[in-house]
Nanobody
Framework: QLQLVESGGGLVQPGGSLTLSCVASGLRFDSYAIGWFRQAPGKEREGISCISSGSNTNYADSVKGRFTISRDNSKNTVYLQMNNLRSEDTAVYYC????????????????????WGKGTLVTVSL
């Protein structure tokens, strides 16, 4: 059974940093693309970054230059390094896994994604 578990969220001051982890089990991890999504209170879920099985990466404009996604296939883990955090980054962060397309593809939106973690809360506040 495929499982995704996010961790690393917490309370951080504006300008601070956090690193989120998404640990996967029950799948051949190196064949899956992983996406990071977030949902702020009262807002729709949005895709913020993703990494393909071939380690191609993509970032939403709102996080480009501040967030870095990476993967360690030996640990079945994808990381999201978040720097220079802002209050508007406050949200529940989710990872999702998919392998519908080739090694250069990764999920930029949540259309058709079936495998999700339960999320980790990031709060950016003084």
């Amino acid at each position: 059974q495929l499982q995704l578990v996010e961790s690393g969220g917490g309370l951080v001051q504006p300008g601070g940093s956090l690193t989120l982890s998404c640990v996967a089990s029950g799948l051949r991890f190196d064949s899956y693309a992983i996406g990071w999504f977030r949902q702020a209170p009262g807002k729709e879920r949005e895709g913020i970054s993703c990494i393909s099985s071939g380690s191609n990466t993509n970032y939403a404009d709102s996080v480009k230059g501040r967030f870095t996604i990476s993967r360690d296939n030996s640990k079945n883990t994808v990381y999201l390094q978040m720097n220079n955090l802002r209050s508007e980054d406050t949200a529940v962060y989710y990872c999702a896994a998919d392998r519908r397309y080739g090694r250069a593809w990764c999920p930029r939106d949540d259309n058709g994604l079936d495998h999700w973690g339960k999320g980790t809360l990031v709060t950016v506040s003084l």
